[in-house]
């Protein structure tokens, strides 16, 4: 049904003529198509709660950049608010929470009954997947739960995650239960993603580095097994960034894909989950550097990983202010590349 499967067949370990790519991040700030949208709108939710604008800015970088999938344009934050926390986008700053969970009761009045309000989320993935005409698969997302919690608890992004931390240590029961409440929540996302035409779904652990591997696979790693394990219709793939020390274990879980960051060595990471199929890990300021550096740092990569059970990204988002122009020429080189 779809014209390019590549993705697809990647994740599940078919072989494919060429290694496929998409990037995360890859509909925003890099495309001046996507700022001249922004610009057009008050503010990012206005824009997120928008199908028509969500289905326009989705394909973009299918029709610019010519990537092999288009992913949905959204926010992992909109869980959160489907739960009964409400977030706002601060220009230039970024997400911000004015009411956060610091006890039992706020954890108690969270509703898990999300569907009813993530309607523009599904209508967005079913006017995006009717526009796209099969030409590329459209991946669904979410947010990790450790990094859903890690939101609820800090109110915004931090460089430690310590009020989340310390929630860990100092009310492990009240820290599962919370977990719990997102992982019920964020399934019913999925799966409803997945009704709507999502062909592949991605599960974003942003924040997974500041955990040691002992809290990783006590308030994390269940929860990503217990996700993966209710998704059996697509390919799903999870992105635990800067844990090395899961890799064998997701390797164990029900996931058809594992992304890596950049830190992560390729053939160390083939040995740790044989398996499954990878993807990754350029170094996102690799871009900034001049072409013939882009090629040789994009080529050195694809060679170590091999076209096999292989799926083209950067390690983590593309950054906003990187030459679109280099994305373009990262992408050619890609799918130029002979193995
Ligand atoms: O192209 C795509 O990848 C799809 C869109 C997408 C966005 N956010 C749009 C967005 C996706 C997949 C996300 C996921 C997301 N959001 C993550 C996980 C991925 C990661 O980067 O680790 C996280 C941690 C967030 C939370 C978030 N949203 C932050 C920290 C910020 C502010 C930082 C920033 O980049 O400005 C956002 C805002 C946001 N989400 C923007 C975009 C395009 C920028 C805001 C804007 O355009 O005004």
Redesign the pocket.
């Known amino acids: 049904m779809l014209k390019n499967d590549l993705l697809l067949k990647a994740a599940k370990g078919e072989n494919t003529e060429r290694i496929p790519i998409w990037l ?6 890099i495309l001046p198509e996507y700022r001249a949208v ?1 610009s057009s709108v008050n503010g ?1 939710k206005e824009l997120v709660k928008n199908p028509e604008l969500i289905c326009e800015v989705t394909i973009q970088p299918v029709d610019i950049l010519e990537v092999d999938a288009a ?7 909109v869980i959160p608010e489907a739960m009964g926390l409400n977030y706002e ?1 601060i220009e230039s700053k ?2 911000f929470f004015p009411k956060t969970i610091t006890q039992a009761q706020d954890v108690a009045q969270l509703t898990t009954d999300v569907i009813p309000n993530l309607q523009y989320v599904f209508e967005s993935i079913q006017l995006t997947k009717k526009t796209l005409n099969n030409r590329v698969p459209l991946i669904g ?1 979410a ?1 990790a739960p450790w ?1 859903i919690f890690s939101y609820m608890i800090e109110g915004k ?1 931090s460089k430690t995650f310590s009020q989340a931390k310390k929630m860990l240590y100092t009310n492990p029961v009240l820290s599962h239960q919370l977990l719990e409440k997102i992982t019920t929540a964020t399934i019913a996302y999925l799966q409803e993603q997945i009704r709507c035409g999502a062909d592949i779904v991605q599960v ?1 652990d ?1 924040w997974a580095g500041v955990l040691s591997k002992a809290q990783y696979v006590e308030f994390a790693l269940p929860y990503m097994q217990r996700i993966s394990a209710a998704i059996s219709d697509v390919p799903v793939i999870l992105f635990a ?1 800067d844990a090395h020390y899961i890799l064998s274990e997701f390797g164990q879980t029900n996931c058809s894909v594992i992304g890596l960051d950049w830190t992560i060595d390729p053939l160390k990471a083939r040995l740790e989950a044989p398996t499954k199929t990878l993807q990754g890990n350029l170094d996102p300021c690799v871009l900034y550097a001049d072409v013939d550096t882009i090629k040789k740092e994009a080529e050195k990569m694809l060679q170590q990983f091999g076209n096999h059970r292989y799926i083209c990204n950067l390690g ?2 593309v950054y ?1 202010d990187v030459d679109f122009e280099k994305v373009k020429y990262f992408i050619n080189v890609v799918k130029n590349f002979k193995g």
């Open positions: 995360m991040r890859q509909a925003g700030r922004r990012f992913i949905i344009f959204s926010d992992i934050l986008m970024g997400p997302f947010g990094t992004g974003f942003s960034k983590h988002g906003p």
